[in-house]
């Protein structure tokens, strides 16, 4: 069975921290990782023992909210823009794994958007978060639909 691997950049993108903080957080000895060919590199076990301090699972709580949140204050737009809240069913963190990372890969590379992923164990259901240009999230909707079908 081959292993899924992370890089920092995955992981901030995943939390809506900053990569210096995970950084921090691998430097302080919070987050476990492999050096790979000279780069960080995460599995999901060492995700998992992250997300499962209390202090470190208040913080990417209210960052991912933060998504929500700025789009009902922000004061202006030049367009139209959507926030969309999915949850999708899902039993196993495995399964979450491979759909987020199938996910991530088929995201736009650019356009204004903001994307938040977190597999909700107690509950058994990912939550997506998004918000940004209209035909872009109409888009990132489509691709989460795809991969649900496919995956959960």
Known sequence: MNKTFYTIDEIATMTRLTSRTIRTYLKNGLLKGTKIGGQWR???????ALF????????????????ISEFLNHSSIQETEMCTVIDIPCSTIQHATHWQKKVMQLLPKEGKFQFSYQYLEN???????????????????????DAEDQTC
């Not at 058994?124 to 639909?145: D, H, N, P």
């Open 52 to 67: 499962h301090n209390s202090d470190i699972e208040v913080k990417i709580e209210q960052e991912k909210n933060k998504i």
């Open 42 to 48: 995460f599995t999901e076990e060492n995700l998992e």
């Open 123 to 145: 509950k058994q259901i990912i939550r997506v978060m998004f918000s940004g240009q209209k035909e872009l999230i109409l888009t990132i909707q489509s691709i989460i639909q």
